[in-house]
T-cell receptor, first 113, second 108 residues
Framework: NAGVTQTPKFQVLKTGQSMTLQCAQDMNHNSMYWYRQDPGMGLRLIYYSASEGTTDKGEVPNGYNVSRLNKREFSLRLESAAPSQTSVYFC????????????FGSGTRLTVV | ELKVEQNPLFLSMQEGKNYTIYCNYSTTSDRLYWYRQDPGKSLESLFVLLSNGAVKQEGRLMASLDTKARLSTLHITAAVHDLSATYFCAVGNNDMRFGAGTRLTVKP
C-alpha cells in the first residue's frame, strides 16, 4: 500500500544514547517533514525538506539532526537523547501542487529514561 | 511567526447536539486543513480550505474559512459517538503549523 513508513514504532532510550528514526515514502513526493506530538501541544515541526538535497529548521529543531538521503527517505537523528525528547514522532510527506494535505506515517513512540 | 489557536481544547457533547470548534491563525495563509486523530493513531486529513468563504462538508462535519478574520470553524451536527476523536486545524504549505487540538468526546 502506498504511504509513509516509519521505523521503529516503539523505542526506549537511556539518557545520552543516540538513535535514528527512519522514514520512507513511496508516493514520489518532493517534501517531507518531521513532527513531534506532546500532550496538549498539538504537533510541532522539527525539520522539513522541501525537496531532495534541502533541509530547513522548523519550530523545535534543537537536539535533532536530519538527513534527506534521497527523494524517498528522510531520517531524524537524536545525537544525545534527553528525557525532554520523550514524545511521539510523526513523519509526513506532501507534494506542493497537490491540495490534499500531508500524508502521515503511523508514528514512533519514543521514551527517554 | 505563524501561530494557530484552537478552542475549546476539550469538548464533551451529548449525542444529537450541535457544536462548533474554532481555529484562529496569526498570518495570511493560502491553505487551511482539518485533521482527525483517533487515540494512538496517526492523523487523517478531513478537509482542505483554499479560499475565503470556502465551505466543505462530509457527513456531520462542516468546515468553513474566513480569511479576512483568519478564522476557520468546524461545525458538528447531531453528534454521534463515532465522532469522538481529537481534531486539529493546521495552516501553511511547506511548513504547516498545527493548533493544539480539540479533544471531542460524544456521550450517549
Amino acid at each position: 500500500n502506498a504511504g509513509v513508513t516509519q521505523t521503529p514504532k516503539f523505542q526506549v532510550l537511556k539518557t545520552g544514547q543516540s538513535m535514528t528514526l527512519q522514514c520512507a515514502q513511496d508516493m514520489n513526493h518532493n517534501s517531507m517533514y518531521w513532527y513531534r506530538q506532546d500532550p496538549g501541544m498539538g504537533l510541532r515541526l522539527i525539520y522539513y525538506s522541501a525537496s531532495e538535497g534541502t533541509t530547513d529548521k522548523g519550530e523545535v529543531p534543537n537536539g535533532y539532526n536530519v538527513s534527506r538521503l534521497n527523494k524517498r527517505e528522510f531520517s531524524l537523528r537524536l545525537e544525545s537523547a534527553a528525557p525532554s525528547q520523550t514524545s511521539v514522532y510523526f513523519c509526513a510527506s506532501s507534494e506542493a501542487w497537490q491540495v490534499g494535505g500531508y500524508t502521515f506515517g503511523s508514528g514512533t513512540r519514543l521514551t527517554v529514561v | 511567526e505563524l501561530k494557530v489557536e484552537q478552542n475549546p481544547l476539550f469538548l464533551s457533547m451529548q449525542e444529537g447536539k450541535n457544536y462548533t470548534i474554532y481555529c484562529n491563525y496569526s498570518t495570511t495563509s493560502d491553505r487551511l486543513y482539518w485533521y482527525r486523530q483517533d487515540p494512538g493513531k496517526s492523523l487523517e486529513s478531513l478537509f482542505v480550505l483554499l479560499s475565503n468563504g470556502a465551505v466543505k462538508q462530509e457527513g456531520r462535519l462542516m468546515a468553513s474559512l474566513d480569511t479576512k478574520a483568519r478564522l476557520s470553524t468546524l461545525h458538528i451536527t447531531a453528534a454521534v459517538h463515532d465522532l469522538s476523536a481529537t481534531y486539529f486545524c493546521a495552516v501553511g504549505n511547506n511548513d504547516m503549523r498545527f493548533g493544539a487540538g480539540t479533544r471531542l468526546t460524544v456521550k450517549p
